[in-house]
Structures are given as structure tokens and as C-alpha cells.
């Protein structure tokens, strides 16, 4: 008896069949290993994400195609992008290229799926890498766009990040990057002295800006003088700009009516941050001193972020229709500052409480200085901020994270307004001078009291004092001090991110009984904790990899172990 064979097959997948067809699922599970956008990642994550997903591309066919998806998202230089070319020849340590372009090539398969583009020099630490990079040439450029006869190079790109140095990777940055821009692109940012001169902001910048017709964010900084005043006309026909960012900090050459004209025409922005000063911090302009509704605006501004350059007072080359609106406000101090008197900051403080959109203070400064404690509590007294971010070494008697949380939680004015401060970030360094400690570092102590008074800190940095696990409430042993924190009602604290700098000797090693131990107290103290991380996020710090990671994976551990034994129906072994 004859028989129909499809009858016999299986009209539904297996599961497995069904994963291994699905390419957007399996997309999304290699993100796992190289995320859309991996820019935060440490050079180390980044060189391991991409040798898994080569791995997985090589592993089977169905796996091909979204490994590959994930590697070529993102691109930190065009060199890998360059050397799939075919006919490609080196002349004199530069790439140049011949021939045709195959609707079939490599180039064009994987040059369409690059959203992603993050040029910038190698890293401080690898000041002479073993071989000079090897040049672009403008003639493979010319080729490579006769070839494709007006498409895009990167047809798909969202993002452009680019740091211009003295060598870019043998790459004319001016030459490629109004062939980068197009309708898809987003977000552009431009860092470097390079992009102060004339032939950017003549030639190239204003080619951008007919290219990028639905740009979202921009961000040019440089830092040296040599600004002249049509620099920013470019960007007043980027309309479509929702964050734009301007740090010029020394380009005197920039009119301030630039600014009235870039907040009159750009309507659509919601975040704007300013770093734009003139010369000796005067402006004559009438402008600067009127608010929104005397200059007839109406601003969509909810975020703006301004940065003032004087000691003693609010930067005048901040007009009043933004101050108006500040939302953070970073104080730039001189070099080698040394403030120990509180009523330095007087005038200072007094024209950020008219602020009432102000919500986040950075002080900081590019070498050297160092405060009083005593100049930093009118912050936390007088101002109802969410964040505090001191970067200058605090000059302190001891901790001086006792009295700032005691200001902020404990210590506000008589006004009965509530504490509002969710994230408090103090310098890493730890110093002697004259004699006197600064920064001196926290202890387990302050810890203690963090976990006590600071309900609704979310995120703490802060440098930790070499004997910090010596310093106990009490004076008590730590395996002690878990004993009791088991006893008392669970902690309501907030605290949810810590990052740290660990003071102590490196070499001197961390005992399982002591960091188990001061796992359970951070678990104890901070319930929401969801992570502590270095500084800089720099996983290779000693202190890191020799203690905190081990000290924070356990945290981890009996975190876990909390959270389980508190589902209901669930048991978990002390």
C-alpha cells in the first residue's frame, strides 16, 4: 500500500528547531555577550565578548548570522571594516584599494550593520603600541564611493563618537566623516582640539549639518582658544536636536548672542549643557541678565547643566533664562585650591538657593586644592539637593562622612523641609598634608550610621579608610557585630549602589572569617544593595581583584540566600 511520506513528518517544530530559526531570539541572547552599545565596558570584556560571539558565528549555520549581527554592531576603528576590502594593497604603510566591489563581498554584508562608530586615540597607558597603525588612504575613500555608485557606507549607523588625536589611526577624520552622516544617524559626539579649526567648522561641520536631517544629540568639545564666531551657525539648522552639548571653556571668540540664538531656534531641545566662557568672564550683553519671558522665549528645556569657572561667585557667562532653569551646577575651582573658610562660598550659595530647579552640585578642579568640611555642609544645610558630588579632597579631623550625613539627614534648616539628597560622591584620594589627613576615608562605623540616618541615599562613593574593618560601633569583634545586626528589626535603608577605593596595603590579605563577615554586615546594613564597584569602574585595580571582588561576590551569595529564605514555601540552609 502506497504511502503519502509527508504524512509521517512532524508538522511541528521541536523546540529546539524553533530557537534555532528564530534569529531575532538568538540576536538577543548573544547581546549577552556584546550589548548594543558596549562603550561602557572594560577593554578585557570587550576583546572576550567578541571572541565568544567569532566562536558562536563558527559553532553552527543557524547561530551565523545574529553572532555576526552582535560583532559588527559596534566598531572602535575602520581598520577591521577596511581589510575585508578586496584588492586591497599596502603602499607605504597605507591602505589603498582597486578593483570592483561585488554585490556579494564581505564590505557590503557586513558594513550595513554597524550602528555604532567610537574612534578615539589609544589608551594613556599604551603610550607607544608595538606597530604604527596602518594609514586609509583619500584614494581607497574615492573607490570606495564610486563603487557604491551614492548609497551610504554605513547605511544603518546610529551613533558617532570621535576623539581626534595627532595620529587617528591613519584615518583623515575630516575626510570620512560627512560620509558617515546621513537621515539614520542620531547622535554625534566630537571631542578634541582638532575640531576648533577652520577646516571644521568651514568645510566639514556644515556639510554635516545638511546630511544629519534627524539628529538628536550633539556634543563638540575642545579646549583650546582657537574658536572663531561662525563655529556654532552650523548647528542652528540642526533643528531636530532634543540634547545638545557645547563645552568650549576657553573659546573666547564665540558671541554671546549665540546662545539667545541657539535656545530661540533650536525648540525642540529638552537638555542643554554649557560650558562656553568669555573673555575675563565679562559680558556686556543685555540678554544674559533678562529671564525667559522678558526675551519673549518659551523654553522645553527640563534638564540644563551649566559650569561657572570663578571662586568666589556664580559665573556671569551664564545668562540669567538659563540659571533660571539650572538643573546642575558644576563649579570649576582654580588649580591647587585650598578653601577652608565657609564664608568664601557665601555668595555662591546664596544665588544657588534662588535656583529652584537645582538639583545636583559638582566642585571640582583639574589638580591639586582640597576643602574644609565646613565649606561643604552649607551645600547639604541650605540647599535641597538630590545629588553632591565633591571631587576635591575634604579636609577633616576625622570621617568626614559623619558630619555631611548628619547635615543632610539630621541637620537641615528650621524650614522643616524633608532631606532630599539620593547620592553623595566624595573624592577617592587619600592624602597627608602638613601633618593632616585628607579625605581621611570611612570606616565601618560610618557605615553604620548610613544605614541608620540616610533614608532615601541611593548611591554612596567614597574612599575607604585603611582601617576600615577595624573601626567597629563599639569597638566590637565583626563575627560580633553580625550576631547583633541578626537581632534587630531589618534595616530600612535605601542605599542601592556603592562604589569604593579601598586605602589599605594590597598585600596584606583578606581572611574568608573577615570577609565573610563584612559581606553579611553590607547585607545586613543596605537590604537593596544591588551592587559595589570600584572607582572609575577600573576592575584591575589591586584592591579589587585582590579583595572587594571576593568581598562582594558573597554579598551577592547571601543576598540570595536572604531573598529565597523569605519566599514563602521556600527553605534555605543557614
Known amino acids: ?51 565568544r560571539l567569532r566562536d558562536l558565528a563558527l559553532t553552527c549555520k543557524a547561530f551565523k548570522d545574529p553572532a555576526l549581527n552582535c560583532l559588527w554592531t559596534f566598531m572602535d576603528s575602520l581598520i577591521p571594516l577596511v ?24 564590505f557590503r554584508q557586513y558594513a550595513p550593520k554597524i550602528r555604532i562608530l567610537d574612534l578615539r586615540p589609544p589608551p594613556a597607558s599604551q603610550p607607544n603600541p608595538p606597530q604604527e597603525p596602518i594609514a586609509i588612504s583619500a584614494q581607497l575613500l574615492v573607490y570606495l564611493m564610486r563603487e557604491l555608485e551614492g548609497h551610504l557606507i554605513f547605511p544603518g549607523l546610529k551613533k558617532v563618537e570621535i576623539r581626534h588625536f595627532a595620529s587617528s589611526g591613519g584615518l583623515d577624520v575630516f575626510s570620512v566623516l560627512p560620509l558617515m552622516c546621513s537621515s539614520s544617524v542620531h547622535s554625534v559626539a566630537l571631542l578634541g582640539n582638532a575640531f576648533s579649526s577652520p577646516l571644521f567648522r568651514n568645510c566639514c561641520l556644515p556639510a554635516m549639518s545638511h546630511r544629519l536631517g534627524s539628529l538628536k544629540y550633539l556634543l563638540i568639545k575642545f579646549t583650546n582658544r582657537n574658536a572663531a564666531s561662525n563655529l556654532c551657525d552650523p548647528i542652528l539648522r540642526l533643528t531636530t536636536l532634543e540634547n545638545l552639548q557645547l563645552e568650549f571653556s576657553k573659546a573666547e571668540g564665540i558671541p554671546p548672542n549665540m546662545i539667545l540664538r541657539l535656545a530661540r531656534t533650536l525648540t525642540k531641545l529638552t537638555t542643554l549643557v554649557l560650558d562656553i566662557h568669555f573673555s575675563n568672564h565679562h559680558v556686556s550683553d543685555e540678554s544674559f541678565r533678562l529671564g525667559e519671558t522678558e526675551l519673549g522665549l518659551s523654553l522645553n528645556l527640563n534638564s540644563v547643566v551649566v559650569t561657572s569657572r570663578l571662586p568666589d561667585r556664580v559665573c556671569p557667562c551664564i545668562p540669567q533664562f538659563l540659571l533660571a532653569r539650572t538643573t546642575k551646577f558644576i563649579w570649576k575651582l582654580p588649580n591647587r585650591t585650598t578653601i577652608t573658610d565657609p564664608a568664601s562660598f557665601a555668595p555662591v550659595i546664596e544665588s544657588l538657593s534662588k535656583m529652584t530647579t537645582l538639583q545636583f552640585i559638582k566642585v571640582h578642579t583639574n589638580d591639586g586644592g582640597s576643602m574644609n568640611v565646613a565649606t561643604v555642609l552649607p551645600f547639604l544645610l541650605q540647599l535641597s539637593l538630590q545629588g553632591l558630588t565633591i571631587e576635591l579632597p575634604i579636609l577633616s579631623a576625622g570621617p568626614p562622612l559623619r558630619p555631611l550625613i548628619e547635615a543632610a539627614f539630621t541637620g537641615r534648616l528650621s524650614d522643616s523641609r524633608p532631606a532630599t539628597l539620593k547620592r553623595l560622591n566624595l573624592a577617592h584620594a587619600v592624602q597627608v598634608a602638613d601633618g593632616v589627613r585628607l579625605n581621611d576615608g570611612i570606616t565601618l562605623e560610618c557605615i553604620s550610621q548610613v544605614s541608620q540616618n540616610a533614608i532615601g541615599l541611593e548611591h554612596l562613593s567614597a574612599a575607604l579608610r585603611p582601617s576600615f574593618t577595624s573601626s567597629t560601633p563599639g569597638g566590637v569583634s565583626l563575627q560580633d557585630w553580625v550576631t547583633a545586626l541578626r537581632g534587630v528589626p531589618r534595616s530600612t535603608c535605601t542605599l542601592q549602589t556603592m562604589v569604593i577605593c579601598d586605602g589599605r596595603d594590597a598585600s596584606i590579605g583578606t581572611p574568608f572569617e573577615e570577609a565573610s563577615s563584612i559581606a553579611q554586615i553590607l547585607d545586613l546594613l543596605f537590604p537593596r544593595l544591588v551592587s559595589i564597584k570600584p572607582y572609575q569602574d577600573d576592575t584591575s585595580q589591586v584592591y579589587w581583584t585582590q579583595r572587594w571582588a571576593y568581598i562582594e561576590n558573597l554579598r551577592l551569595s547571601y543576598k540570595a540566600a536572604r531573598t529565597a529564605a523569605n519566599r514563602p514555601g521556600l527553605a534555605v540552609e543557614p
Open 83 to 106: 581589510k575585508i576590502l578586496p584588492n586591497l594593497h599596502i603602499l607605504d604603510n597605507t591602505y589603498y584599494f582597486h578593483g570592483t566591489l561585488p554585490n556579494d563581498s564581505a
Open 1 to 51: 500500500m502506497a504511502t503519502d511520506d509527508t504524512t509521517n513528518e512532524n508538522p511541528h517544530p521541536s523546540s529546539s528547531s524553533a530557537v534555532l530559526q528564530n534569529q531575532e531570539l538568538l540576536t538577543n541572547i548573544f547581546r549577552h555577550y556584546l550589548p548594543w552599545d558596549p562603550r561602557s565596558l572594560q577593554k578585557s570584556e570587550l576583546r572576550e565578548g567578541r571572541m
